[in-house]
């Protein structure tokens, strides 16, 4: 892309009201926009970001054989009120609204009604379970405060499965393949060494849950972390009982905070018996079905990203969320125009050979570019100026180590190929 | 997809309560799910038309520049207080909600304002414009009726871009752009020979808008239409005066219903001026931006292929948007081990090849297996039997023409190479 025809413009300060770092780097960045309190919009640059994360979430689920649909915001109060859900002082994050003839709709902040309703249409036999289901789709909590940016939003994009097993056993296998899927989905995206499984209440629904914690010193959580065996408890859970349990020993856990990256939850039968989803067994019983839930929230891991990886000039985007892989710099002054043909020449390879460019083609100063290139945060910055001109190559920047490099234009693809 | 493995079952009857025959054939084939009256969930089958529709339209907007992003659903009162819109005497589908803290705020059912507000913070020189902004998101609209299926939902996916240039004339050339890339959309999803533009009346904004008007019995809107030279006028601006300013001769128009698929608007300089989005020309002159804006509903669009595309089987699916290419159905009874073996490996081939394609591999009797794939509609239909395993073929039907073939498989793969 043209950087010329990019809308954003990069800002030199932060909101005053923004305090959370990755809302300020994003904002600063032109990837996000503040709408309200905890709520953004995702601009182009930011979008891109978002979409390469559901992209890796989507391809991990689809491994465990999760099927896509889309649900709507809109809630019946009917279907909530079987759960007994509906009432705020049950879900105090509920967004509620009213249909033109009167009748009360809410905005959905989780889908475990719904789905479990609409499941129980389609399957009625135990040949028709296991179903692994999930949808990447906008949901919405009333949050009383949001001051964390991205991080904790009002109106946010979450993947959530659910799981439809006939046992506990079938159940307890797909709860362990979608924890081992999810330990690949952070570590794909760049928080795998700092994000632990850790051990969880299970809230109202069940005795336990995992979360995923990233460390991270803005993190709202106390979790204790066995680095060496790469698990966790979280603070509201830590008593010498579940260490015993989880045989874990005291003496090794490290107190730190994290950030929830994901949840999964053991569902038991609270939402299949409350909606009636039931199935007949091999041998003719009536069973309820066992169901589990299973989320991330998009956005709050690419917060999490930029909260972890930046410094006093940007963000630092691992290569697999970057909004591009390259940042094409050209840096041509009132006699530059052979610099301008030889960036416009390497940039259309660059995009020949599939490698998403950013190519910075507009009028501004050199240090203009740069600085906003780092702020952009883009792994690959590659230079075409007069001075790399006068050495016959081209200056390639690492924007996590620092690195530069002159390197002839072959040597650069070759360098753009093997690295990842 | 191994259908085995897909959540949903179709239903030999439509829900009582469903009058629209997109929503009836779209509910039996297991594509939606109503949720309530105008609020529908996209099921797998139903999810991957939706993309498949989203997927034209967004390479197309990328063609003429436009640039996507994600604008919020949640919509603070301030901003659309300056363009006098937040008044549910204005606009009349407003939901509306509350912030915990009490603050009112609306669900987004357009986004002029928002988005005008926020070009405002990254242009400011003539040099900054023209600018081509989209997104595809979700908008919410409190309409007092809803039996129109998925033609006219409160929850729906739109595509809306919204253009920024510097002058009446430069806005024009971007509105002729726009819409010859509507019509290639149209065309693309296999409405082309149906739609029209269509003149239509301006509404509060300007004196015009053009519609994209597709002819079926069940539109809303009557149209009056110049089949050789494809335009129409909308019956709101029917009149001598608009039929002369159009060239348009009376005698060669023929009444006729439409259902609008798209439509772009002039905005001129109405929300640039309320939310005071202004550039500096290049002589200096501080001057509004002007504006137009540009929507298709993608779900809209699904639900009009399917009114118009059908037969009492079921539905037939264009190809660009059909959910899969081909229908692989396994007819093995008791003895179909051998029957089961070929379609598996057949299966194995088409996945291989980059052929979308759905195994029926059920246990399931012939008439369900057959009736399915009817009501489902995918194009091409491939039948393994013991049948066609004596005659060392494969049966392949069109979904479309009902023309049956006997192939073998080399001819197979030509044939679904060579189709488009």
């Given amino acids: 892309m043209r950087q010329r025809h990019l809308f954003t413009k990069t800002r030199k300060e932060a909101p005053t009201d923004e305090v959370a770092k990755n809302a300020q780097l994003l904002i600063r960045g032109g990837f996000v926009h503040k709408e309200m309190?905890?709520?953004?919009?995702?601009?182009?640059?930011?979008?891109?970001?978002?979409?390469?994360?559901?992209?890796?979430?989507?391809?991990?689920?689809?491994k465990i054989g999760g099927q896509e649909l889309l649900l709507s915001a809109l809630q019946s109060k009917e279907v909530w009120e079987k759960s007994g859900r509906w009432s705020d002082g049950v879900i105090d994050v509920w967004f509620k609204s009213t249909l033109t003839h009167g009748a009360?709709?809410?905005l959905g902040n989780t889908h475990e009604e719904p789905l479990t309703a609409l499941v129980g249409e389609h399957v009625s036999s135990y040949k028709d379970l296991p179903r692994y289901i999930y949808q990447i789709q906008t949901k919405f909590r009333n949050e009383l405060r949001a001051k964390s940016g991205i991080l904790r939003a009002r109106e946010f994009l979450m993947k959530d499965l659910y799981s439809f097993s006939r046992t506990e056993e079938e159940f307890r296998l797909f709860y362990e393949e979608c924890a081992a899927a999810y330990l690949r989905i952070f570590e794909r995206v760049g928080l795998g060494e700092l994000t632990y499984r850790t051990f969880a209440s299970g809230g109202p629904f069940s005795d336990y849950s995992d979360e995923f914690q990233t460390l991270c010193d803005v993190g709202e959580d106390t979790i204790y972390v066995d680095e060496e065996r790469r698990v966790a408890v979280n603070k509201e859970v830590y008593t010498d009982k579940t260490l015993d349990d989880l045989h874990l020993d005291k003496t090794r856990l490290v107190e730190k905070r994290g950030i929830e990256v994901g949840n999964i939850f053991p569902l038991g039968t609270r939402f299949s018996e409350a909606l009636g989803l039931?199935?007949?067994d091999a041998d003719g019983n009536d069973?309820?079905?066992?169901?589990?839930?299973y989320g991330i929230g998009p956005g709050r891991v690419m917060g999490t990203i930029v909260e972890l990886y930046s410094d006093n000039r940007g963000i630092i985007w691992p290569e697999s969320v970057a909004p591009f892989r390259v940042h094409l710099v050209a840096l041509a002054g009132e006699e530059g125009k052979g610099v301008r043909t030889e960036a416009e020449k390497l940039y259309t390879l660059l995009v020949d050979a599939g490698i998403e460019t950013l190519y910075d083609d507009r009028e501004a100063s050199p240090g203009e570019k740069l600085a906003d290139a780092d702020l952009i945060g883009i792994p690959w910055r590659v230079v075409v100026s007069e001075k790399t001109q006068a050495q016959h190559a081209l200056e390639i920047k690492n924007r996590k180590t620092g690195a530069t490099e002159m390197l002839g234009e072959k040597e650069l693809f070759d360098e753009l190929k093997t690295e990842n």
Same sequence: chains 1, 2.
Avoid: C, F, Q
């Fill in 278 to 280: 039931r199935y007949r």
């Fill in 287 to 293: 069973t309820p079905v066992v169901m589990g839930s």
């Fill in 104 to 106: 009360e709709v809410g």
């Fill in 37 to 62: 309190a905890g709520v953004y919009d995702y601009l182009p640059l930011g979008l891109r970001v978002l979409n390469k994360i559901t992209g890796i979430i989507r391809e991990e689920m689809d």
